[in-house]
């Protein structure tokens, strides 16, 4: 079955940097958008950052634009998030999920389930 593990989250200090890791299993990615979503406390979980698997186009929403990089191994089945010049409106828990189609299904699709996610918390 597809499966979802994210990792490489953690706590870090304003400004600090920490990259993170989604492994993937049961399907080969290179077809798939990979998508990364961010729930902070009380708050809707809410796109990121998405890669495509067409032709490697990203997506970054503005908050993460400019800080955030989205990248792809295909031959490790992972997808990453490097995050830099981190606040405290970056903690949550962070989340991947892909779909074979574009960013913008990925971005907007309601999936069933999700993995476990990885907690970042930016705090002094």
């Known amino acids: 079955q597809v499966q979802f593990v994210e990792s490489g989250g953690g706590l870090v200090q304003p400004g600090g940097s920490l990259r993170l890791a989604c492994a993937t299993s049961?399907?080969?990615?290179?077809?798939?958008?990979i998508g990364w979503f961010r729930q902070a406390p009380g708050k809707e979980r809410e796109g990121v950052s998405c890669?495509?698997?067409?032709?490697?186009?990203?997506y970054y929403t503005d908050s993460a634009k400019g800080r955030f990089t989205i990248s792809r191994d295909n031959a490790k089945n992972t997808a990453y998030l490097q995050m830099n010049s981190l606040t405290s409106e970056d903690t949550g828990v962070y989340y991947c999920?892909?779909?074979?189609?574009?960013?913008?299904?990925?971005?907007?699709?309601?999936?069933?389930?999700w993995g476990q996610g990885t907690q970042v918390t930016v705090s002094s």
């Open positions: 999920a892909a779909a074979p189609a574009d960013c913008d299904y990925v971005l907007n699709a309601r999936f069933g389930s």
């Open positions: 049961g399907f080969t990615i290179d077809y798939y958008a």
């Open positions: 890669i495509s698997g067409h032709d490697g186009s990203t």
